[in-house]
């Protein structure tokens, strides 16, 4: 059975893999020829795999290029959509890898433990991903470190975060989509779209002062309060819309239905 490229297999996330597992996930998934400027993927889209360039360039949005043997697209597999739009700068081929199949190959080829090791490394890179698009000014060692601390999670419409008087553990980095975060009365008290952050309880160990719902499909980062402090000021402002002034609502609820599309659920 042919078998992709090698320059697939040199990606970080697919070492590991036995000559079965390469046959295997060659047949499962898609080599694709693209050509200067082809896009690859659009932002928004949502496809339960990621990508490897076997040969030529690809960029991102935001200027950056990956060759060959590197990969992109890891956000996808936690569940939210492409980040941005990618596009072939240089001629070639790229791999596209269905992660469940990659994950039982490397289960089968070495156990748990490699398996855990692929699901941490994939964790990070979508984290990585994420973060560079809300955050984009954090330095390389502040982005490391909530790279490591970081946990996502995916609401649904009317899905409720947290409720007033529990514990507080993390602070909250909106993604994409919107929390309001309610009194004991029910009444709206803040909206947080994308880029702001909430929750800053957890930072002095205070239990929950409202109870925090989802708005529409939203996308978050959970970092633990004390690392939460490395996030930069841009972020870490609590840049809420107030219910109290319906222009304010009407554009945060106008920028969730521009964000719907990014989501990608």
Known sequence: MTTW??????APLLRGLDARGREELSA?????????GETVYRRGERRAALFVVAEGQVELEGGRR????????????????FRTTATCVASGEVAEVPVAMLRRALVRA?????????????????TAELLME?????????????IDAARHR????GEVLYRAGEPARHVWLVVDGMIRRENKDGRAVA????????????QSGVARTSTAVAQGPTLLLAVEGEVARRLPRTAAEVTSLTAADPWLLVQARSMLVNQQPGIGW
Do not use: K, T, Y
Request: no cysteine; glycine share 12%; charged share 30%.
């Open 154 to 157: 995916l609401l649904q419409r």
């Open 191 to 202: 909206h947080h779209v994308r880029g702001h952050r909430f929750g800053e309880e957890a």
């Open 66 to 81: 990956l060759g060959a043997g590197e990969s992109f697209g890891e956000e996808a597999s936690i569940g939210a959509g």
């Open 28 to 36: 499962a998934g898609a080599l694709r020829r693209v050509e200067a």
């Open 110 to 126: 070495g156990g748990d433990a490699i398996a855990d090791r692929f699901d941490r490394r994939l964790r990070r890179s979508a």
């Open 5 to 10: 490229p090698l320059p697939v297999f040199d």
């Open 134 to 146: 809300v955050a984009p000014e954090l330095s390389a060692a502040d982005r490391d470190a909530l």
